[in-house]
Every structure is written in structure tokens, then in C-alpha cells.
């Protein structure tokens, strides 16, 4: 059974930094391309970064490229996703998933893990 537990969400003041954790059960880890989403209040889930199964490459959505990092490790089955210089726009639950799918295609989330960017 797949699973994805989302931990490390906080509220954050603008220009500050947050590291996400997404621990990732049920398949072969190591063999499968991971993504990060989100999805911000009244506004549809969007993908934020992706990651291939041995980090040989990485993209970026254009509005957070230069500010966050998709990293993982395959030892630990945990995809991570370190954000600095938060703005209020990065505010949102955000969610990882396996591969590289428009949303509504995946028939499985986590919980997910909000992010509140305020002063």
C-alpha cells in the first residue's frame, strides 16, 4: 500500500526557511522519480519540484527556482524540500508524490503539511 507521511510545515515569517520531509512506503523507492506539489487556499494543486530516482536531475517550478531545493535519499525512502526566502505567495499544503503527473491523475495523497508565510 503506497504511502506518504508529510512532516516539517510550520508558520514562517517572510525571508525564512523551512526544510519538508515526505517519508514514502509501498513501493520501490529508489526506482521512482518523486515530486513535490502544493496547493494554495481556493487555487488548484500545482508541482513545485521533481527529483529522478538517483538525483541525476532536478526541475523547479518557475516561481520558486532559486529559493527551494528537492533533494532525497533513497536509504531512507524520504524526499525532502528545503525552502528559503519564503514569501507569503509560498503559502499552501504541500504535498510529495511519486513521478511526474498533472495532479488529478494520482488516485493517492498524504495528508499533506501546511505552510503559512505571514508576518
Known amino acids: 500500500q503506497v504511502q506518504f507521511v508529510e512532516s516539517g510545515g510550520d508558520l514562517v515569517q517572510p525571508g525564512g526557511s523551512l526544510r519538508l520531509s515526505c517519508a514514502a512506503s509501498?513501493?520501490?523507492?529508489?526506482?521512482?522519480?518523486m515530486s513535490w506539489y502544493r496547493q494554495a487556499p481556493g487555487k488548484e494543486r500545482e508541482l513545485v519540484a521533481t527529483?529522478?530516482?538517483?538525483?541525476?536531475?532536478?526541475n523547479y517550478a518557475d516561481s520558486v527556482k532559486g529559493r527551494f531545493t528537492i533533494s532525497r535519499d533513497n536509504a531512507k525512502n524520504t524526499v525532502y524540500l528545503q525552502m528559503n526566502s519564503l514569501k507569503p505567495e509560498d503559502t499552501a499544503v504541500y504535498y510529495c508524490n511519486r513521478g511526474l503527473r498533472p495532479p488529478l491523475q494520482y488516485d493517492y495523497w498524504g495528508q499533506g503539511t501546511p505552510v503559512t508565510v505571514s508576518s
Open positions: 527529483i529522478t530516482s538517483a538525483s541525476g536531475s532536478r
Open positions: 509501498g513501493f520501490t523507492f529508489s526506482a521512482n522519480r
